[in-house]
């Protein structure tokens, strides 16, 4: 049995801290706030993501707090006109074996924390970590105490204490990209003929994200922070008509935070997470020794590494293929996707099946034996 220090209880923390916990470990997880809270308003649980929590045994919990989209459909940003509709529901479960489930981020944080204590991890909250001792792996919390562990795991988020102390100055690049988020009350929206449509079958939330350019090029924004209303209807001002109505059905302030480094075109950020979590689970059995950490962090390493920057470069093309600009590639993009028609490289990224079936079909226990017999030689 090895001992584990989680610094962060977001979901990345968390799930790293259950993966762990699944071989047998012992746990501490270190959370600077004195509750486990989620900024932000719905997530998607594509099916890599729901295989975890399906082989976790959470997936029943997870159904009951989340919704089943039926479908997600591409419009025109003019007029809304439909171009292509990719079925959700049943086809996910058909095809991967896992169902395609939108979440409130609170609901998902609070299975895995409920997760967490059952399976006694050392959950300590207001207790920010103020040092990161690499050399003795040792961590310092604001109370002036300190532990050791064999293994720390830093998961405390873009400002990281744990990453500065390992590689110094590490400066985030701008995306360029800034996402909106916020929820609309379903009610209000029943109010409009024209979007009534959206809220039926009824949900309990309506979610709506919405990604720009960034008007101040260059940019780096750290975490969420308040926007203003005026700005994103100013903005999209000559869209869709029906569309602005969604948009001016809002009473609630909207949370504007820059694009992740796994831009949001895919839904793979907390998706990414719950792999890693796994992996660690598959990585190291209870029977681990002292002397096996390092090169198995070194395969944690190559193997994530080399999954999750695939997944980045995706969903960076799915993002340019949903947001050309208007002009030839647009039209010959638009012909495609009526002529509906998907195969390897068509032009929506959740609708390539190639695409698809890689990513959703990814193995961690499998991925794992590829990494360890790598090493091995």
């Known amino acids: 049995m090895l001992t584990i220090i989680v610094v962060g209880g977001g979901l990345g923390g968390l799930s ?39 082989d976790w045994g959470l997936l029943e919990h997870v159904r009951a707090k989340a919704t089943m989209p039926k479908s997600i459909i591409f419009r025109s940003y003019r007029d809304g006109q439909v171009l292509y509709e990719h079925q959700l529901t049943p086809n996910m ?36 970590v103020v040092k990161v001792d690499s050399e003795n792996q040792s961590v310092t919390i604001a109370s002036g105490e300190t532990y050791t562990a064999d293994i720390i795991v830093g998961a405390d988020g873009k400002r990281s204490l744990c990453r500065s102390t390992i590689v110094g100055s590490d400066q985030p690049q701008p995306t360029n990209t800034l996402v909106y988020r916020f929820t609309v009350d379903p009610g209000v929206i029943r109010q409009e003929p024209d979007l009534r449509y959206l809220v039926d079958p009824p949900s309990g939330i309506f979610n709506v994200a919405l990604t720009r350019p960034d008007p101040e090029s260059g940019r780096v924004q750290i975490g969420p922070r308040d926007a203003d209303l005026s700005e994103l209807q100013e903005f999209f001002s000559d869209w869709d008509p029906t569309f602005l109505k969604l948009l001016h059905a809002t009473t609630q302030y909207l949370i504007g935070d820059a694009a992740h480094a796994t831009t949001p075109y895919l839904a793979q950020g907390a998706s990414q997470s719950m792999e890693d979590g796994a992996f660690l ?22 193997r994530r590494k080399l999954r999750a920057l695939a997944v980045r470069a995706q969903a960076q093309r799915a993002g340019e293929m949903l947001e050309m600009e208007d002009g030839p590639e647009q039209e010959k993009r638009d012909l495609l996707l009526r002529q509906d028609h998907p195969i390897e490289g068509f032009p929506i990224a959740h609708a390539d099946p190639v695409l698809q079936s890689w990513l959703y079909k990814y193995g961690v226990q499998r991925d794992v034996k590829v990494g360890m017999e790598n090493q091995r030689g």
Request: aromatic content about 10%; overall charge negative.
């Open 16 to 54: 790293a801290a259950i993966g762990f916990a699944k071989s047998g470990h012992l746990v501490i997880l270190f959370e600077g706030r004195d509750n486990f809270t989620e900024l932000g308003a719905g997530i998607q649980m594509p099916p890599n993501f729901t295989k975890v929590m399906h």
């Open 93 to 128: 479960e058909d095809d991967f074996g896992m169902p395609y489930l939108m979440i409130h981020r609170k609901d998902i944080l609070g299975v895995l924390v409920k997760a967490a204590r059952q399976l006694r991890i050392d959950l300590q909250v207001n207790s920010p």
């Open 281 to 302: 689970q598959y990585l190291f059995p209870s029977n681990t020794s002292n002397e096996e950490v390092a090169n198995r962090l070194t395969v944690f390493c190559e």
